[in-house]
């Protein structure tokens, strides 16, 4: 399906200091040097170890209830009268999304470590809530950091935050969303970083992180693909999640790439529409450059200062994205597409009330475009929407914009 | 010679630890950076260094991101800042100037096009926070063919294998953090910096400036007896955030604080001198 601009070898990527073709790398400040290299070398370590590998496996299964299931919506299908669609049910994972299947990854490396505090950036709450279960039932300190404007729009995870025993530090800087949280997460770091271990929970950031994420999310796609053949005897025709940093599609993704014939697309935050300038779109409307660590398509004016992003839903409000999501757009492998605030809202009430499933936000701009995508396709066809998340922690945020106080 | 080359060989034959003060281009006002340079100049600082400003200072602190805000507010781009170094230039071509800053800003503007472009304006030296020797080789080699200084951090956490690597690729002096954090953070053991730059200083003979946490008088002069230069710049930045309607107040202000930290600076080296001898 898809034509690829030339012939990869996906495993040879990133390369040994993190470049995916011309994204991705390490930019920070020298004092973080030391602890990414540290990083970098359990990490190679440990993802080669059998004994790491099964108490991951073990963790997955037991405390996260993965495998999570591939569904086939048959109702949604029908209703769009083209492709089969099928929902890989990251909802119904341990917390609610994708994120613990990272954080617990992370977390067992930063107990091989030897590091008694964790510290986690967080934009809708999920990837907090999860750095803060896993630091819970390790018995580690944490301390999540997240933008002040997400903190009024995520009330919820944040009080599960606190349950859970995390200090939530609300950050006042620039924008007071996920890219200050970052920001703010990243100095903890630099101060801290003898006793702490930083759970990026996106695809982003300085090399391994990237890297990492991508091979702990990669579950997702490792049990998606086996589901399908398993259901269908063929593999799916696409592949449909949304992106903000872009962990639960590069997870989906991944273990698909030699797999031509599959097409993957990655669904922005459109907001109020490209045109308007807000929404958070940088593969759709951004262009390459460093932030966070990474070279990466940004959303950036013209002197290269990084502009407000908007989104209704504050998983997908960030300005950069994962630089192998860069590589897959300029490649030709994956394509990146928007969806505004509305359609995906119209996406989410269409889920709930077709399929039984109240889908997070972030989710509902995958779905919001396979609405369009499916009946472009033939019944014998079949897509994979990555569920990423439950939307139990939108609630508030949909009910107000009904008018209704919860 | 490079300007930064000539005033290092100034400070060393007179005994003296360079004063390198930092300021925010644009912070509190555009308008006040030119005359503040002058200012810091007359006050006793050897070199300059003028902040970048940028949306996300990741490995600055909280006076340092206020002060990048402000100046955004005002509109002050990086063609902006080298417009005030030349600028400066005009009445001053003795004292050496480095940017420091992030790295985007310098690539939209395009790296050969920033090299030549600072160059042209009087730049002496480039210090890009977020970029490391491992991917600096582009820029690095703009910057020397240009004629500008590329300078690197070293920090407590640079491992010994690391650090020939970044003094290979440094030119001018080597910035040293004196502890781990962003900008503006507190405390500083001036002994356990002393035995540090000692391990440095087997490694290159570049001079070792040093930064971070530099909050007065009394530990500039500490580090003056060990350091080639002492960089102060979160205690500087934070006087714009105390007087930020009164931009003669600030300057008076700022050049009091450098004119302290030279009397310190020196007093602390006359006293170590017939121990160095």
Redesign the interface.
């Known amino acids: 399906m898809s034509e690829l601009k030339q012939a990869v070898d996906w495993a040879a990527f990133p390369d040994a200091r993190g470049h995916f073709g011309p994204y991705g790398g390490r930019f920070v400040a020298e004092t973080l040097m030391g602890a990414l290299d540290e990083l970098q070398a359990v990490y190679e370590k440990y993802m080669k170890d059998p004994e790491f590998l099964a108490e991951l496996d073990t963790d997955l299964k037991q405390f996260v209830g993965r495998p999570s299931p591939l569904y086939h919506a048959e109702r949604m299908s029908r209703e769009l009268g083209g492709a089969q669609v099928y929902l890989k049910r990251e909802d119904l994972n341990h917390t609610g999304a994708h994120k613990v299947n990272n954080t617990i990854g992370q977390a067992l490396l930063a107990k091989r470590l030897g590091k008694t505090r964790i510290i986690a950036e967080t934009g809708a709450g999920q990837h907090g809530v999860a750095s803060a279960t896993v630091a819970a039932r390790l018995g580690l300190e944490c301390v999540v950091y997240m933008g002040a404007e997400d903190i009024q729009r995520q009330s919820q995870n944040v009080y599960r935050m606190r349950l859970l025993g995390a200090d939530v530090v609300s950050v006042k800087s620039g924008s007071r969303t996920l890219k200050d949280a970052l920001n703010e997460a990243m100095r903890d770091w630099v101060t801290n970083v003898d006793d702490t271990f930083y759970i990026i929970g996106t695809v982003a950031g300085p090399h391994p992180y990237p890297a990492m994420v991508r091979d702990f999310q990669s579950v997702i796609g490792r049990e998606a693909r086996a589901q399908h053949l398993e259901m269908t005897g063929k593999l799916p025709d696409a592949l449909v999640a949304c992106v903000g940093g872009g962990s639960n599609a590069i997870g989906l993704f991944h273990p698909f790439l030699a797999d031509e014939s599959v097409a993957m697309i990655g669904v922005e935050a459109g907001g109020e529409g490209i045109a308007s300038g807000r929404h958070s779109a940088p593969l759709c409307a951004g262009r390459p450059g460093v932030l966070h660590g990474n070279r990466t398509y940004l959303m950036e004016d013209d002197d290269g200062q990084i502009i407000a992003t908007h989104s209704i839903s504050a998983g997908l409000d960030y300005p950069g994205v994962g630089p192998e999501h860069s590589w897959l757009k300029d490649l030709g492998r994956a394509t990146y597409v928007s969806v505004t605030d509305d359609d995906a809202l119209r996406a989410f009430h269409r889920m709930t009330r077709t399929e039984g499933i109240i889908p997070a936000l972030e989710t509902s701009h995958a779905i919001a475009h396979v609405l369009d995508l499916a009946p472009r396709m033939r019944p014998d066809q079949s897509l994979i929407i990555n569920l990423s998340g439950r939307g139990d922690k939108d609630l508030n945020t949909v009910a107000r914009l009904e008018g209704i106080e919860l | 010679m490079s300007r930064i080359a000539k005033r290092f060989a100034e400070t060393r034959a007179s005994g003296r630890a360079a004063l390198i003060p930092y300021v925010t281009a644009g912070d509190p006002a555009p308008d006040v950076t030119v005359p503040l340079l002058h200012d810091l100049v007359a006050a006793g600082a050897d070199l300059l260094e003028l902040g970048v400003p940028?949306?996300?200072?990741?490995?600055d602190?909280?006076v340092i991101?206020?002060a990048c805000?402000r100046s955004?507010a005002h509109g002050t781009?990086?063609?902006d800042v080298l417009a005030m170094v030349r600028e400066f230039r005009q009445t001053d071509s003795e004292t050496p100037v480095v940017l420091m800053g992030?790295?985007?800003?310098?690539?939209?503007?395009g790296a050969e096009v920033f090299a030549s472009a600072a160059a042209e304006a009087g730049v002496d030296g480039v210090l890009m926070?977020?970029?490391?020797p491992?991917?600096s080789d582009d820029l690095t080699g703009l910057l020397e063919r240009a004629g500008i200084d590329p300078i690197?951090?070293?920090?407590?956490?640079?491992?010994d294998a690391?650090l020939s690597h970044?003094a290979a690729a440094a030119r001018g002096f080597i910035y040293y953090?004196s502890l781990?954090?962003?900008t503006g953070?507190q405390s500083l053991d001036p002994a356990a910096l002393g035995a540090r730059l000692g391990a440095i200083r087997a490694i290159t003979e570049l001079p070792l400036g040093v930064g971070f946490g530099i909050r007065d008088a009394a530990t500039a002069g500490a580090v003056a007896r060990v350091a080639d230069a002492v960089v102060v710049g979160s205690a500087i930045v934070r006087l714009a955030e105390q007087y930020p309607d009164a931009p003669e107040r600030f300057r008076a202000a700022a050049a009091e604080l450098a004119r302290e930290m030279r009397t310190a600076m020196d007093a602390a080296r006359a006293d170590a001198a017939p121990a160095a001898v």
């Open positions: 940028f949306s996300d200072p990741m490995a602190g909280p991101q206020l805000e955004l781009r990086l063609r992030y790295l985007n800003p310098v690539e939209r503007m926070v977020d970029l490391p491992e991917e690197f951090l070293v920090a407590p956490t640079t491992a690391r970044v953090v781990k954090g962003v953070a």
